[in-house]
């Protein structure tokens, strides 16, 4: 039986331990052969990686580095600049800033993100995730291929953290150990997870490695 099944849960907070969360909402479904996901804005919220802006302050070079940002991008208030250059550095993004710049003159995006990093690239400004964190900044996940190692051993399946959206675009962020990444992406083009209102973070897929996409 192949298949994708998004599992509803409860409002999971830093309060959670999101491996017995896994293991307590699978236990019933999962089987040898399986894949878990877990949406990866989750996984951080769990670690303690969501901030009210109100209580980030964002220094000189975050506030003039964010007024040329993407509108539609995750980097547009001060707070969430001053998140990037928390998580990778004041010279890198100055640096990933001037290089992203140079791009949107020749007309070519992502510039940015190729020099500021993938740490840079996960973070979500407000109104990125699930209520109630849709008011918070959510940074990404703190070693994600060690929580999905300790998910495979709690749960006897495959494990991934996935960046998924609706614009046909999945990034697995970590994984266990033997788990293609590139194929488990190829699985989440169509973004069966739900982080709003579907509440619905983490996926079980059946017989995964046998579903051709």
């Not at 039986?1 to 017995?20: A, F, N, R, S």
């Not at 600049?81 to 949107?104: D, H, P, T, Y």
């Not at 849709?134 to 006897?156: A, F, M």
Request: aromatic share 8%.
């Amino acid at each position: 039986m192949y298949g994708k099944i998004p599992i509803k849960t409860h409002i999971i907070t830093e309060k959670d331990d999101i491996v017995e969360v896994v293991h307590n909402y699978t236990k019933d479904i999962r089987e040898p052969g399986d894949l878990i996901s877990i949406a990866e804005s989750v996984v951080a919220i769990t670690q303690g990686r969501a901030y009210l802006p109100e209580n980030i302050k964002p220094g000189f070079l975050a506030k003039i580095l964010c007024r040329f940002t993407d509108r539609n991008g995750s980097l547009t208030s001060p707070q969430a600049m001053q998140c990037a250059i928390n998580e990778v550095g004041w010279f890198r993004i100055l640096i990933a800033s001037i290089i992203g710049g140079l791009g949107k003159l020749l007309g070519r995006k992502g510039w940015f993100f190729i020099i500021a990093g993938r740490k840079v690239a996960l973070i979500d400004d407000v109104a990125g995730t699930m209520p109630p964190y849709h008011r918070y900044i959510v940074l990404g996940p703190k070693d994600p291929d060690v929580v999905c190692e300790k998910i495979k051993q709690k749960t006897g399946v495959d494990a991934a953290i996935i960046d998924a959206n609706d614009l046909r675009r999945a990034d697995c962020i970590g994984a266990s150990k033997g788990v293609d990444k590139k194929y488990v992406e190829s699985l989440f083009i169509d973004n069966p997870s739900g982080n709003a209102e579907q509440q619905t973070p983490i996926v079980v897929i059946k017989n995964y490695k046998y579903i051709n996409n």
